[in-house]
Every structure is written in C-alpha cells, then in structure tokens.
C-alpha cells in the first residue's frame, strides 16, 4: 500500500508539471492560475498521504489490482487531471497554431 501512495503522488503531479513546462515553453505570463493550481494539487498530495483519499487496491482475477475508491475526492482527482491536462494541450496548440514555421 505504501508504493500505491508513492505512485500515486506522481500521477496527482503530472498534469501540473505538464501545464507549467507549457507555461514555460510558450512563454505564457499568467501564473496566478498556475499557482492555484499547485495549490489544489498539493491538498490531494496531502490527502494521498493522510489516506483522506480513500483509495485500496482490490485484486480482481488473481493478478490485476484495481483501485477501490470509497470517497468522493478520487473522482474530484480524476476530473481535475483531466481538466488541467486539457486546459495544458488547448494552451499548447493555441501558441502553435498561431506560430511561424
């Protein structure tokens, strides 16, 4: 369960490190959302670590685990990772459409 935690600190991360290596590579000023963001992203750090987020592994089939989920931040995570890294790829295709090659 400890490597769980682990490896789930490094999936709540990676959209924000996606978002602000796309503020860095376009050269985007606005960091007051950034750091709002890092700043949601670090509840859920905690929360991961305080077993606030609520998630067991289940084993299913004799070889797959699969995350049981018993509280309703998992789903907050899982639609806030998908927002951020969305909001990143449409900030990161605007300033490549707009560039000259």
Known sequence: MFWTKIALIG???T???FLQIVYILCNIKKRFFLFT???ITGFFGVTDVTDTLNTK???IDGYLYY???NGWLYPLLCF???VTTAYGSYKLFGVYRNSRV
Request: proline share 11%; no cysteine; net charge neutral.
């Open 80 to 82: 806030g990772w998908i």
């Open 15 to 17: 959209p924000v490190v």
């Open 57 to 59: 592994l289940q084993l």
């Open 11 to 13: 999936v709540i991360f």
């Open 37 to 39: 963001i890092y700043f």
């Open 67 to 69: 995350p049981l989920v």
